[in-house]
C-alpha cells in the first residue's frame, strides 16, 4: 500500500523560511512522478513543483526562484525548501505520487505565512 506522509509546515513570517517532507512508503519512488501540489482556502489545488517521469523538474511561475524541490532516494523522501515566503503561498500543501495509472496523495500540511 502506498503512503505519503506531509511533515515541516507551521507558521511563519513574510520573507522567511520552510522545509517540507514527503515520507513515501510502498514503492520505491525514484523514477515516478513526484509532486507538491497547494490549495489555498476557497481556491482550487494547483501545482507547485513536480518531477516528472521523464526527469523533468515542473516549477509554478509563482514560486520560481524562491522554492526548490529535492528529492533522497535512499530515504525514500520528497523535500520543498521554502525560502523568500509571501502570504499568498498559505495553503495546505499536498505530496503526490503518480504510479503508473494510479494517483496518490498525503493528507498534507498546513503553511501559514502572516506577520
Known amino acids: 500500500q502506498v503512503q505519503l506522509v506531509e511533515s515541516g509546515g507551521g507558521l511563519v513570517q513574510p520573507g522567511g523560511s520552510l522545509r517540507l517532507s514527503c515520507t513515501v512508503s510502498?514503492?520505491?519512488?525514484?523514477?515516478?512522478?513526484m509532486g507538491w501540489y497547494r490549495q489555498a482556502p476557497g481556491k482550487q489545488r494547483e501545482l507547485v513543483v513536480a518531477?516528472?517521469?521523464?526527469?523533468?523538474?515542473v516549477y509554478a511561475d509563482s514560486v520560481k526562484g524562491r522554492f526548490t524541490i529535492s528529492r533522497d532516494n535512499a530515504k525514500n523522501t520528497l523535500y520543498l525548501q521554502m525560502n523568500s515566503l509571501k502570504p499568498e503561498d498559505t495553503a495546505v500543501y499536498y505530496c503526490n505520487a503518480r504510479v503508473y495509472d494510479m494517483n496518490y496523495w498525503g493528507k498534507g500540511t498546513l503553511v501559514t505565512v502572516s506577520s
Open positions: 518531477f516528472t517521469s521523464g526527469g523533468r523538474t
Open positions: 510502498g514503492i520505491i519512488f525514484s523514477g515516478y512522478y
